[in-house]
């Protein structure tokens, strides 16, 4: 089945720093990437994603890169706010399992 | 995006009983949806997919007659947990995906606790 990694475990950032949030991927049949935000105790909420034939989208402060020779796609987030603060997803949609694995989390910790 | 929403938000109750979860889709309706189960500091891990009308599929390791779902109709899908354990405490959480899409929206989750 899908295997997905995601890097760093933990981020701390400074006010206005950039954020990047690294996801790995093993099935080259897989073709959507979403990233999701999670606060404590609350819902994962869709802040953005890409499909495999594009490399590259963006949402004002936030984007998602996709290289899809290695497997490999990264969450930025520009001008950090502490808002910003959370649990960020990756996940990996593969059209065979029909399901979406998630990646382990990342921590973002975004300090004044 | 979609408008999940899931019930109760928080349950307790007593080892060896049961408890039901509900999960409605409110503005559209959902040919397929997930439950999964997150546990402190963890990941989401799916649990099951069920489609309207046919059995749910369950992921390796999950006890189809311990998590028993029902997807009736194309706004609702239930998870009963049956004969819980303190093991079973954990964040139950839904979402749905609608047919020829991608995109999944997840309700807001139930923290079950069992004592």
């Known amino acids: 089945g899908e295997n997905v990694e995601q890097h760093p475990s933990t981020l701390s950032v400074q006010e206005g720093d950039s954020a990047v949030i690294k996801c790995t991927y093993s099935d080259s049949a897989s073709n959507y990437f979403p990233w999701y935000k999670q606060e404590l105790g609350k819902r994962p909420q869709l802040i953005i994603d890409?499909?495999?034939?594009?490399g590259e989208k963006k949402d004002q402060r936030i984007a998602v890169t996709l290289n899809k020779t290695a497997k490999h796609f990264s969450l930025h987030i520009t001008e950090t706010q502490p808002e910003d603060s959370a649990v960020y997803f990756c996940?990996?949609?593969?059209?065979?399992?029909?399901?979406?694995?998630f990646g382990t989390g990342t921590q973002l910790k975004v300090e004044l | 995006g979609a408008v999940v929403s899931q019930h109760p938000s928080r349950v307790i109750c007593k080892s060896g009983t049961s408890v039901k979860i509900e999960c409605r889709s409110l503005?559209?309706?959902?040919?397929?949806m997930f439950w999964y189960r997150q546990f402190p500091k963890q990941s989401l891990m799916l649990m099951a997919t069920?489609?309207?009308?046919?059995?749910?599929?369950?992921e390796q390791g999950v006890e189809k007659d311990k998590f028993l779902i029902n997807h009736a109709s194309l706004t609702l899908s239930t998870l009963t947990v049956t004969s819980a354990h303190p093991e079973d405490s954990s964040f139950y959480i839904c979402s749905e995906r609608t047919s020829g899409t991608d995109t999944q929206y997840f309700g807001p989750g139930t923290r079950l606790t069992v004592l």
């Open positions: 890409i499909r495999s034939n594009v």
């Open positions: 069920s489609n309207e009308g046919s059995k749910a599929t369950y």
């Open positions: 503005d559209f309706q959902a040919t397929t």
């Open positions: 996940a990996v949609w593969t059209g065979g399992g029909n399901k979406l694995t």
